[in-house]
């Protein structure tokens, strides 16, 4: 059965104002509702009758500041509760002090039934306390029940502190019986600590003859409670003879106070200290470090593809990471640093007190032992996010690009070391993901990464783009069987720009899936225009990591492909392999959804990630990608000789084809033929050149088959047979 209430609403969006008549409705009221927009409105509703007055903070012509006072003006004691959706924590510390019951923000509306229901039962109980009050002036009687039915404490004690009387609620709370309370000192249940000022606060009521204070009082189960007391001095035939008091339990009331306090300055998801405190504490740092020999440093933490993770597993898991995240923090820092979130996925480091060997002038660093100590600690931490986080059973592997900045002339303030730490940042992303980079004046400008952003999103609007083709050849006979397309972005003055440079900032920004989707068309076109010159070859393209999640992703590539009048067979897609094995279920889906196709797959950069062998087994992988890193050891260099012919070896195993990338000279290709490696390419054979030499250099007549098929085929018949 619904509850009616009253509503006083103070709220210009039409929308808020059904969200939260929804929210009262859910909670069991039926909100019998007068809406204003102006004081006018507000003053001609503002009634004795109401239940509750719910507030936004500002609106065009009203806020809530002014609402708060006109209700006391008149008297009202309705509750007045801010719901709004723009309210700083620091705002809401002062509004509640201004008398506003609560606060709520709209994107939480879910606690409105609760709230409602507990200022309205604290405006009954202040009624109830007003009443007690006022009942003392009354007859004795009256007196007496208002005294035991009273929710506050009302005692008396005499002039010495002994307690002389005590109502039920003093039971309640106390845990003692009136009997034990009557006949004992006050100060017994007193902290030490408060025996002074509560000593004092007695003194004053011969002068003052009213005092107020708060005093921490012990229960009889060992806790403490927070008692606010308002206590008079009575007299008798003109002399003072009594002391008679409220107290009120307001325990509760100084917790939420202190848990607002403590949210301005901490993060609510993690506890770490927020960006206000952070703040706070690198003025104080530089402060002290100013001159005198002592450095101070920030590092500005990003998570790489964070966005993935929530888009992939859920916001419930990416908390959950981001909560492991800070605990990893915490063990890798110093214990006199300072480690806070920022917000989202982003954090920041404080190093104070390192030892600087040398003044630094405008735009320098540290060069001394503060620089050493802060590269030591971003080392650190991308070395432990090298072990997965475990997030409800499941392993998932995520890196950091970090940047730091040390003070310095030029930056011996608190925003400018900030900004200085997230250019650097932003250096270490596009320089790849899972680094750092010591912002330095020379290297990096603290202003480039916001001119850069704002290039690449109007690149992606104007497609900018280009696509640079490196061949792919039959290592035994020098065939090229396939190429890889490579986007290029075409810059100011038509400078090229590489993807290392661009496509993490893109992944971050959210612009890949409109980047892969270019790449896709284009590779369609180009692939057709070659085989009009007698050109008929497979090609590769990547997919980035986020690309890799979106949905339907093998329906978008069908679809351009059949748009494009391309057969899948002549399509490989290339996945990095730490992509490929960030969530099997997921990927084995939609690699699998692909192959159905007749797409080919290729597991990109093999052996620098962290897949095992009983993942890849069970995804549909055509080719193996040896990364370059090993075959610049080659030949020679032992580590790399056998982890290459191990990844040759499992390949043949599992009847995929061995691909090796990076080749650079006869040596290396003569290795990488000897132990049966198929495919290769690299500047050995051909630099990425454009699709019209690319077609000048190795066209051929056309041919029915895709090259690289009947390759696969084979290898996958010699594993069957083994």
Known sequence: MSNPLRVLLVEDNPLDVQLILHQLREAGFEPDVRTALTEKEYLRHLGPDLDVILCDHTLPQFDSIR????????????????????????????????????????????????????????????????????????????????????NDVIFTHDLSGIITSVNRAGEVLSGYSRDELIGTSASRFLPEDQMEAAAAAMARLVSEEHVSLEVDFATRDGHRRTMEISAKLVHEDGSPARVQGIARDVTERKRAEERIAFLVYHDKLTGLPGRAMFEELLGLALARASGTDAAVAVLYVDLDGFKLVNGSLGHARGDELLRQVAVRLRGVARETDLVARLGADEFLLLLAGLDAEETPGPGRVWPGGGALVAASVASRVNEAFREPFVVEGS????????????????????????????????????????????????????????????????????????????????????????????????????????????????????????????????????????????????????????????????????????????????????????????????????????????????????????????????????????????????????????????????????????????????????????????????????????????????????????RVAPIVRKLRRAASDR
């Open 67 to 150: 609402a708060l006072d006109l209700r006391r003006e008149h008297g009202v004691t309705a509750p007045l509760l801010i719901v709004s959706g723009s309210i700083g924590e620091e705002t809401a510390v002062a509004l509640i002090r201004h008398g506003a019951a609560d606060y709520l923000m709209k994107d939480r509306l879910g606690r409105l039934g609760p709230a409602v229901t507990h200022a309205m039962e604290q405006r009954r109980l202040e009624e109830a306390r007003r009443q007690a009050v006022d009942g003392l002036k009354e007859s004795e009687e009256r007196y007496r029940d208002l005294f035991e039915n009273a």
């Open 395 to 706: 392993e998932i592997y995520v890196t950091a690009s970090i940047g730091v900045a040390l003070q310095s002339a030029d930056a011996a303030d608190p925003p400018t070391l900030i900004r200085h730490a997230n250019a650097a940042m932003y250096q270490s992303k596009r320089a790849g993901p899972g680094g750092f980079v010591v912002f330095s004046a020379e290297s990096v400008r603290p202003f480039a990464e916001l001119s850069f952003a704002t290039r690449l999103r109007k690149a992606v609007e104007l497609e900018r783009w280009t696509l640079h083709y490196q061949p792919i050849v039959d290592l035994m006979t020098g065939e090229v069987v396939a190429s890889e397309a490579l986007i290029r972005w075409r810059g100011p003055g038509g400078k090229l720009i590489s993807p290392n440079e661009f496509i993490p900032l893109a992944e971050e920004m959210g612009l890949i899936e409109a980047i892969g989707e270019w790449v896709v068309d284009e590779v369609c076109r180009q692939h057709q225009a070659w085989r009009r010159e007698g050109l008929d070859l497979d090609v590769s393209m990547n997919l980035s990591p986020r690309q890799f999640w979106q949905p339907d992703l093998a329906g978008r590539i069908l679809s351009a492909l059949a748009t494009g009048g391309m057969d899948p067979a002549h399509l490989v897609v290339e996945v990095t392999e730490t992509a490929a094995t960030a969530d099997v279920p997921r990927t084995q889906r939609i690699l699998w959804d692909l192959h159905r196709h007749g797409i080919r797959v290729a597991i990109d950069d093999f052996g620098t990630g962290s897949s095992s062998l009983s993942r890849l087994k069970d995804l549909p992988v055509d080719i193996l990608k040896i990364d370059r890193s090993f075959v610049m050891g080659l030949p020679g260099e032992r580590a790399s000789e056998s982890m290459t012919a191990a990844v040759i070896e499992l390949a043949r195993g599992l009847g995929m084809v061995s691909l090796a990338e990076g080749i650079e000279t006869a040596e290396q290709r003569g290795f990488l033929t000897e132990r049966g490696c198929v495919l290769g390419q690299g500047f050995h054979f051909s630099r990425p050149v454009t699709a019209r030499e690319f077609a000048a250099r190795f066209a051929r007549r056309p041919r029915t088959e895709p």
